[in-house]
């Protein structure tokens, strides 16, 4: 069973920048994918951004230039380094992991973001 735990977030200015990192653990068959979700209120649920084992980077339209996604695999984490930040990022953030069966519905608890204007 891999456990995802999150960090960092917080409370934070227009343009300014926040880090999220995220850690799993009981990796038995190994983590392919990591990804953060956000979810504001009211909203869906929206990919914000993915990176494989081999480092190839996705990223949703809205955060392109400002978030960049990085991953350690040997310690199997990953990070998202937020700058330029707007209210409309405003959201809970989430981590997520597929494992080396394919499956996807690992996530982390969770962690609040708010971008004050």
């Known amino acids: 069973q891999v456990q995802l735990v999150q960090s960092g977030g917080g409370l934070v200015q227009s343009g300014g920048s926040l880090n999220l990192s995220c850690a799993a653990s009981g990796t038995l068959f190994g983590i392919s994918a990591m990804a953060w979700y956000r979810q504001a209120p009211g909203k869906q649920r929206e990919l914000v951004a993915s990176?494989?084992?081999?480092?190839?980077?996705n990223y949703a339209d809205s955060v392109k230039g400002r978030f960049t996604i990085s991953r350690d695999n040997a310690k199997n984490t990953v990070a998202l380094q937020m700058s330029s930040l707007k209210p409309e990022d405003t959201a809970v953030y989430y981590c997520?992991?597929?494992?080396?069966?394919?499956?996807?519905?690992?996530w982390g608890q969770g962690t609040q973001v708010t971008v004050s204007s």
């Open positions: 997520n992991a597929v494992d080396g069966l394919g499956y996807s519905g690992h």
């Open positions: 990176i494989t084992s081999g480092g190839r980077t």
